[in-house]
């Protein structure tokens, strides 16, 4: 059985629906279908908070009631819904709403913040070995310098008062 959901923002030209359905107890209630028509399933509740490009849509008592800033009773009842999952969507939100019912979940499931952790991951070890290359260089660099400069009784091979009297300078002190 497809979950029922609702399409509650865009994202780009990506769409994004919330699952009035739980789907076996799963933590994914929200969904993302591309352009393409591929379906990614999300945490809805940890996208929202992670994208800031979402254009919510606010044309109906449910959308007004996901998106609004409650308080009080409304607080806790929107707690109950969205949050705990302990109160099932109000027939009375839902009246004004198009529900799809042909949002299949087994096309290509997804969760969101295993693929953020994946790119942190990579990025932060590419990024690891790019320093530790760096300062391996520089440490062979440093070596190398130094031992350049070593003459015999690590007296300096390189006599900077010659190359100052080359020039003309005085090298009497």
Same mark, same amino acid.
């Given at each position: 059985?497809?979950?029922?959901?609702?399409?509650?923002?865009?994202?780009?030209?990506?769409?994004?629906?919330?699952?009035?359905?739980?789907? +076996?107890?799963?933590?994914?209630?929200? +969904?993302?279908?591309?352009?393409?028509?591929?379906?990614?399933?999300?945490?809805?509740?940890?996208?929202?908070?992670?994208?800031?490009?979402?254009?919510?849509?606010?044309?109906?008592?449910?959308?007004?009631?996901?998106?609004?800033?409650?308080?009080?009773?409304?607080?806790?009842?929107?707690?109950?819904?969205?949050?705990?999952?302990?109160?099932?969507?109000?027939?009375?939100?839902?009246?004004?709403?198009?529900?799809?019912?042909?949002?299949?979940?087994?096309?290509?499931?997804?969760?969101?913040?295993?693929?953020?952790?994946?790119?942190?991951?990579?990025?932060?070890?590419?990024?690891?070995?790019?320093?530790?290359?760096?300062?391996?260089?520089?440490?062979?660099?440093?070596?190398?310098?130094? +031992?350049?400069?070593?003459?015999?009784?690590?007296?300096?091979?390189?006599?900077?008062?010659?190359?100052?009297?080359?020039?003309?300078?005085?090298?009497?002190?």
């Amino acid at each position: 059985m497809n979950p029922r959901g609702i399409l509650v923002a865009t994202n780009g030209d990506d769409k994004v629906y919330y699952f009035i359905d739980d789907i +076996a107890n799963s933590e994914m209630d929200g +969904a993302i279908i591309s352009p393409d028509g591929s379906v990614q399933l999300i945490d809805f509740g940890a996208y929202i908070l992670t994208e800031p490009f979402l254009r919510e849509y606010r044309h109906t008592d449910f959308h007004r009631f996901l998106w609004g800033r409650n308080t009080g009773e409304e607080l806790d009842r929107w707690m109950r819904i969205f949050v705990y999952k302990t109160q099932p969507v109000d027939s009375e939100l839902l009246k004004d709403v198009k529900i799809e019912t042909t949002i299949s979940p087994k096309i290509k499931s997804k969760h969101y913040f295993d693929n953020r952790a994946m790119e942190f991951k990579s990025l932060n070890s590419s990024n690891q070995m790019e320093l530790m290359s760096g300062v391996s260089a520089n440490r062979k660099m440093h070596k190398q310098v130094r +031992a350049a400069g070593r003459g015999t009784n690590n007296a300096s091979s390189v006599d900077w008062r010659s190359s100052w009297a080359s020039n003309g300078e005085n090298t009497n002190g």
